[in-house]
């Protein structure tokens, strides 16, 4: 190898830097497309079916009233509901019953949505929120508490 095959490895060399500093230049110019999650989160599909949520009616009555339709039609069988008679004193929803425990598996359930179709009283939603990671799996066994909404009537 001459003098001259060594200079022009070193300006090969010396140029491999500019190169790559012009495509990066030239990147930096365009319109991004990654963004800056949590902070700003992209649109949702409209027909998107992510996280539960129960809903209530707007005097602040649970719309569930523990039929169990929606555990019933689960083809993972991940929901649990035990129902418990309304009273006089302590009515929870306008049925004769209502949701004294309901639980989803979040581990098991398939977001298929039929627990939405079967539920007569569109109690259960499914909603956009796609949030659903977990450090500990007992945290994705989602309570009553964890997904009705909240009392519209209470402040």
């Known amino acids: 190898m001459g003098l001259w095959d060594n200079i022009k490895t070193l300006g090969q060399e010396a140029k491999a830097p500019l190169t790559g ?29 992510w996280r539960h949520v129960l809903n209530r009616y707007e005097n602040g009555m649970e719309k569930c009233i523990g039929c169990s339709l929606c555990a019933g039609s689960c083809p993972a069988n991940a929901i649990l509901v035990v129902a418990a008679e309304n009273t006089d004193e302590n009515r929870r929803s ?7 425990q309901y639980e989803i598996n979040m581990l098991r359930c398939i977001f298929c949505g039929y627990c939405e179709e079967a ?37």
């Open 94 to 100: 306008p049925g004769e019953r209502f949701a004294a």
């Open 21 to 49: 500093l012009g495509i990066t230049q030239g990147y930096s110019n365009k319109e991004r497309v990654t963004i800056e999650y949590p902070d700003v989160r992209r649109p949702m599909p409209r027909r998107a079916r």
């Open 119 to 155: 539920c007569p009283t569109q109690a259960i939603q499914l909603k956009d929120i796609c949030e659903l990671a977990d450090d500990n799996r007992k945290d994705l066994i989602y309570t009553k508490e964890m997904m009705i909404v909240p009392d519209p009537t209470k402040p």
